[in-house]
T-cell receptor
Framework: ETGVTQTPRHLVMGMTNKKSLKCEQH?????MYWYKQSAKKPLELMFVYNFKEQTENNSVPSRFSPECPNSSHLFLHLHTLQPEDSALYLCASSRSTGGQQYFGPGTRLTVT | AQKVTQAQTEISVVEKEDVTLDCVYETRDTTYYLFWYKQPPSGELVFLIRRNSFDEQNEISGRYSWNFQKSTSSFNFTITASQVVDSAVYFC????????????FGKGTHLIIQP
């Protein structure tokens, strides 16, 4: 069992680039999440997907675009990012309501 | 709105000392869940415990123990006989009881165990 995996682990991109972060869970869970962890703020919830449907968008700028093609995969598409978007992006999954969330190792994103 | 407060930004103790990490939460939900996660220098969040709002029994797991008190909206975490490997950032988190709610995290407490 490999749990929750994230690729790439590190990403450096310019402000005009378009890139995508990938998350995959092998736990049979139905809910998946994106979180942002930056140096100056606590861990922030970005998006929640439950059974492939987005159930929460925590006022995230449109330059971040999530995609959940199935319950095992979650993407975060990035375009025209700002330097302040540099952070650790963590993906998580859970089986059900209020359940334990399993986190991936994160993608360390640097926007130059 | 939900809120989690970890007032201790950083704690430094000498190995073998006991240490308590504080967590205070705010929520209007009657059903909710509380969590503690550990984040070592590698960055991955490691689950430690989940507690639902209807279960106020304290829990002990080896050197770790948790004290949940609804009356004071606190969910404190104690490490007994601390070890250098306990050095990490510890996060307290809260989720509501409806739907696949995401977690609301505190700012974390950086725990340093000195040999």
């Amino acid at each position: 069992e490999t749990g929750v995996t994230q690729t790439p682990r590190h990403l450096v991109m310019g402000m005009t680039n378009k890139k995508s972060l990938k998350c995959e869970q092998h736990l049979g869970h139905n809910a998946m999440y994106w979180y942002k962890q930056s140096a100056k703020k606590p861990l922030e919830l970005m998006f929640v997907y439950n059974f492939k449907e987005q159930t929460e968008n925590n006022s995230v700028p449109s330059r971040f675009s999530p995609e959940c093609p199935n319950s095992s995969h979650l993407f975060l598409h990035l375009h025209t990012l700002q330097p302040e978007d540099s952070a650790l992006y963590l993906c998580a999954s859970s089986r059900s309501t209020g359940g334990q969330q399993y986190f991936g190792p994160g993608t360390r994103l640097t926007v130059t | 709105a939900q809120k989690v407060t970890q007032a201790q930004t950083e704690i430094s103790v000498v190995e073998k000392e006991d240490v308590t990490l504080d967590c205070v939460y705010e929520t209007r939900d009657t059903t909710y869940y509380l969590f503690w996660y550990k984040q070592p220098p590698s960055g991955e969040l490691v689950f430690l415990i989940r507690r639902n709002s209807f279960d106020e029994q304290n829990e002990i797991s080896g050197r770790y123990s948790w004290n949940f008190q609804k009356s004071t909206s606190s969910f404190n975490f104690t490490i007994t006989a601390s070890q250098v490997v306990d050095s990490a950032v510890y996060f307290c988190a809260l989720s509501g009881g409806g739907g696949a709610d995401g977690l609301t995290f505190g700012k974390g407490t950086h725990l340093i165990i000195q040999p």
